[in-house]
């Protein structure tokens, strides 16, 4: 059985805490609860919990600060999760505010936290005595929300992103031709974060009237004095920047802090702003900012105002004259619609990132790389039919990042710099490919972090030609294939793999249906892509991005295997069997594929563990006899794979197989391979092991350039001595790999 792992060694960052865990957290019953607050949002699956808030707030009391280096030990707490279960998180306090700020509303707090046994599930969370306890979880999959529920603050709601539908729509209400620009020249070629510098703005929020009433009512002060209403205000200001900070800190190593006499721009019974019409807030929160605060004292401003349902922000003003022309406002100002589909999609614009929807509203005709309304955050989802999806997800495609980054870079290099001390991964997609028509395909990025951060995956598109939406396999130009949440995994299918194993079906136009946003090319053409490699560290991630080109020939194609395709085909032990597929041309220039790998699922398409054939000529046709080892599954698949190129594709159907099951004794672990010595100072590596199955290694440079091409050792009791006296001092990845598994280690040449 070959079984794919990934090995990489977390470095923490932090010690050990000692802190005593708490779980202040217990089931609630729906009918034992009292008023609701409003909410931005409607939620149809959810988890309800009782928290006892002061004995969390003394828990939190103990968290330290994640800005004092050397950083020391958070404190340990729990938060419930969607599975009815609890999970320990790392917290830290991570404050929004400039410390004399802080001090003075020292009662409104915001934390950052990792779980202790998954790094790539963290929280961002604030505690108020206005709206209680306030979380977004963020993991390899999915965001969750644990939120106040109700207004004595005692009881919160759980929820899967998923599972909320928005109450508010929205409109960038803009023309990208006419935004304020104040971008410099910088180096474009700069794709992504790679400079290990951690940037802190100073930011200055402006609430209008309806905003700071609105927030004044959720907490039920509207009797109360005007700085206990400011410190109302103030409280909901830090939810969305702490949420802000979340997603920023994450895809651009960089961090908002509000200044601090930010509540002098908090207005409670009257102000100069007119909300039915954003252009007026837009200059007018210019000259007010530059008035009460000063332009030296602040990076980057913005206004928050309730009504209505639109932004409105200059594009790359960060640091220079117009740097608080940026304007959100939606009738319920709360939550992720508001914080991520809004506020982060006009500040992005702030920082240089233009509209990324290839549909006609507002489309910016140089950035148009993701099909419909798009469905990251400088996109228009929901808005723009055809809608991918109903809501921006929480994270910007790298043509986005590209150009914030650039921003952020060149003119709007005022914050304060930081060295973090962390370096970005690696990403490398290989050379540029030429595929047939109408056949699927995998993208796979060699990569790996030097600190060891749990990277993730982002395969999307780059082309910005406007075509017809949803896409058509006849589009000769324009994007293919929407952005998906980024991934553990390296590899992406085109289109997913559920979709290929149940059939491709090109006429599906429905744009509920993820399948219409995942089409496949039936003309020559050529398709630009890119990976974005995040490290998802938590105190300031870094990226890398690799691009290639997968050229579509119509004089090949389509790819399909004919066989094992009618019902109820078995395979018996020891009986021969023959598979055969379509070459389609493939074998010709300029694919020019001459063999294939069969692979082979027991569990109908879901993984293509088993190899069956490791290469074979591409004649269209394989004969053998079914061997030990199988098992016995009525959920059979196979699929074919292009060697030295990403096409392939899946027989329609399941089948069964009789055959033996694997001896778990012939199974591939970690433990039978030892690749030593760690650093290498003599110039030789070795390599020991014990396996059934013939062992394959290469090496590769940490940037994922080939350094030793793939040698193959026989299966029994190995010692391989390599020479690596050649290489020059530094990291190197070795990937071993067989049929029942797969690994990567690293190697340190130090002579």
Known sequence: MKIKLLIFTFLIFFSVPIFAQQNEWTKANERNIGKKHERGAIVSKFELFNLNLENLKNQLSKASDRDILPRAKGVLVKFPTESGSFATYEVFESSTMHPDLQKKYSDIKSYMGVNIENPLSTVTFAVDPYFGFNASFKNETDMFYLETYTKDNSTYILYNRNNATSLSKFQCLVDENKLQREISTGDNSQKTVIDGIKRTYRLAITTSTEYSDFMITAAGISTGTDAQKKAAVLAGVNLAVARLNQVFENELALRMVLIPNTDLLFFLTTDTFDAASTGQMLGENVTVTNAIIGASNYDLGHIFYSGGGGGLAGLGVICGNGKAGGVTGTGSPIGDPFVIDYVAHEMGHQMGGNHTQNNSCNRS???????????????????CAPDVQGNSDPYYHANSIREMYTILTGSGNCGVKTATGNNEPTANLGEDKTIPRDTPFALKSISVDPEGDPITYSFEQMDKDVALMPPRGTNAVGPMFRSINPSTSSTRYFP?????????DPTILATTDFRAWEKLSSVSRILNFSVLVRDNNPFGGQTKRD??????????????????NVANTVWELGKPTTITWNVANTTAAPISTTDVTILLSTDNGVTFPIVLKDSTP???????????GLGKTDNARIMIKAIDN????????????????????ETFTTTDIVVYPVPSYDGFVYIKAQVFKDLAYTIFAMDGKLIKPTKLLPAGNILEKIDVSAYPIGTYIIQLENETGSFTKKLIIAK
């Open 547 to 564: 691009d290639i080109k997968v050229i579509v020939t119509a004089a090949a194609g389509p790819f399909i295997v004919t066989s094992q």
């Open 646 to 665: 990403i096409f392939l594709n899946v027989n329609i159907r399941p089948f069964s197989i009789n055959s033996t099951i694997i001896d778990p004794e």
């Open 496 to 504: 997913r793999l559920i979709t290929i194993v149940q059939g491709y």
């Open 365 to 383: 005709a140089n950035n148009a790389m993701e099909p419909g309304s798009a469905s990251t955050i400088m996109g228009y989802a929901g808005i």
């Open 618 to 628: 591409n004649n269209g046709t394989y004969t053998f006899a079914v061997p030990e």
